[in-house]
């Protein structure tokens, strides 16, 4: 006796949709934004712009603001755990962080969408010892990204504290090394 344990296309049809859905979902905040969400479109500080100061706390419970850091290069790195390519640059941002001393390296932690105490095991595990930050409301991102719901976002500001680069999406290290030529 033989028994058909072929799935139904109906079944098939319904587990592709689920699996389309969940990526979707997982994609839409690890994305680039589309090229009309940039030309003409407020994302937040823009590249020219002085950037805005600001005061939070770092893993430690330390206050830190940007305004301690004018008259140097700085990289704010915007990330979650939840965002693969946010996590995946980590340890690509730490190697520039150990290459470039000049270069004040920002890890700013979207702790409103995560736990914050989970992120600082993941960047202990991972080794990082650059600066790390905690946006508990999203106000640092909402500041600095229009509300624009995309991830990663890095933005690298001169020693006049003047945006010079905002990088939407996933980055490369060449992209940021660019910064210093």
């Known amino acids: 006796m033989v028994v058909d344990m072929s799935l139904s296309s109906t079944s098939i049809i319904y587990r592709f949709l689920a699996l389309f859905v969940a990526i979707i979902f997982l994609g839409a ?3 680039q934004p589309a090229a009309d969400a940039v030309d003409g479109v407020d994302l937040g500080v823009d590249i020219g712009q002085e950037s ?3 005061t939070t706390f770092t893993f430690t419970g330390q206050e830190v603001s940007l305004s301690d850091y004018r008259g140097e290069k700085v990289l704010l790195d915007f990330w979650a755990m939840w965002c693969p390519f946010c996590a995946s640059e980590i340890p690509e941002i730490q190697a520039l962080h150990e290459q470039y001393p000049d270069l004040n390296v920002i890890g700013v932690h979207r702790s409103a969408t ?3 105490e989970e992120a600082q095991l993941y960047a202990q595990d991972l080794g990082v ?3 790390m930050l905690r946006d508990d ?3 640092l991102y909402d500041l600095y990204s229009g509300g624009r719901p995309f991830m990663p976002l890095a933005i690298l500001i001169d020693e006049d504290g003047i945006v010079r ?3 939407l999406g996933p980055k490369t290290t060449e992209q ?3 910064f210093f030529k």
């Open 137 to 139: 409301d999203d106000e």
């Open 114 to 116: 995560e736990s914050f």
């Open 176 to 178: 940021i090394k660019e």
């Open 52 to 54: 805005p100061d600001f």
């Open 165 to 167: 680069e905002r990088l």
């Open 29 to 31: 905040g690890c994305t």
């Open 129 to 131: 010892t650059y600066l």
